[in-house]
């Protein structure tokens, strides 16, 4: 009975009409790496963050009709000095009630610890994915929605052991995330029966990646695990790999995948693999629709993008109150059951149920479920190169 109730409440009010045009404006930060090692991934998220925001505002229906304006900041990726300051600028100068990101692991912690901790302000990223940041110190301020590495090392492990593949050398950007992706995948890989015949770092910003390949090749393996950025040291070391021919198949994680991947490389690495958050839930089909031609939708960490913007309005307005100090405690109650179940087209009729008082459980582009502390539970979508083009082999 109770569900045939909240499904009637959501036809209800799904047409219910806007109010009237909103007093107050409401500005949220979108800060992400524009410049840097993902350059080619970020204008996706941005656009689907956005996306959610432009649906609220027209709604009119959040806080009593406030618009949602949208300032942009550049996080680079992997200047944590930068991203800081310009995480401050967001908060200070612009005045944001929450920020939308930041992307890469590193950055993002910087972020929380010297400017949201500081200012109280609620951070959600689509894409931080270092196992690290769920033990950071975070005041119930810091949320995402894109799964731990911890789990990605898992499933990393479940895709190449499926493959036939019981050996591999392994390269990670040094950073954050590039250290906490390795260890978790060497970690669940070794455990599983698998071989790492060794483990390297490499820098970002290099012309010649021989000397990394000639290491990676000493050490052999079936395939070699890129754990990098595609556009940065990780299309570097799959180059030097190529043109020496140390190794012609890969498998890339998250941070390598991309338009770009198949770009800059086609069927040069034919059969090779991957992985990254996704999923083929109704949600994500909702939300493909939604966007049409106007930004890929499929980019990674594009649906989570909107998911992380959507679930923070939807929080104010369980909230009652645009302010980080009074939202940061309902966000978890807006994405988990129980309650009417939103997807993407569907802010406006979870606005007017939390106006009503009416439980929702926000399920969004990426069937979102969050565990503590603020971690998503995840799906992801495996890959492989198929006539050069990045194609999908199935959803984990």
Known sequence: MKKLLMATALTAVASTPALADGHSEIKLGVILGFTGPIESLTPSMADGAELAMKEV?????????????????????????AATAAAERLITADGVKGIMGA?????TGAILANAALANGIVMISPSATSPGLSDAEDNGLFFRTAPSDARQGVVMTEVLLEEGINEVALTYTN???G??????????????????TISAAHEDGKADYSAEVGALASAGGERLVV?????QGGSGVVRAALDSGAFDTFHFPDGMISAKLAENFGDEIEG????????????VAMFGEMVGDAFDSTSPFTPESYDAAALMMLAMQAAGSAEPADYKATVMDVAN?????????????????????????YVGATSVELIG????????????????????????
């Open 373 to 396: 502390p603020g971690e998503s539970a995840g799906n992801y979508r495996q890959i492989v190169i198929e006539g050069g083009e990045i194609t999908t082999a199935k959803y984990r």
């Open 179 to 196: 250290k906490g992706l390795a260890d978790a995948f060497q970690t669940a890989y070794e455990a599983a029966g698998g071989t790492v």
């Open 57 to 81: 505002t027209d709604s009119g229906l959040l806080l009593g009709g406030a618009s949602v304006m949208p300032v942009r900041a550049d996080s680079t990726c992997v200047d944590a000095a």
């Open 175 to 177: 950073n954050d995330y």
């Open 337 to 361: 059951a129980p309650g009417v179940k939103i997807f993407p087209g569907q802010l406006a009729a979870g606005l007017a149920l939390l106006e009503k008082g009416i439980d929702i459980d």
């Open 227 to 231: 754990a990098g950025y595609v556009d």
């Open 272 to 283: 090779s693999t991957g992985q990254h958050p996704g999923t083929d839930s109704p949600g």
């Open 103 to 107: 992307d890469c692991s590193g950055v």
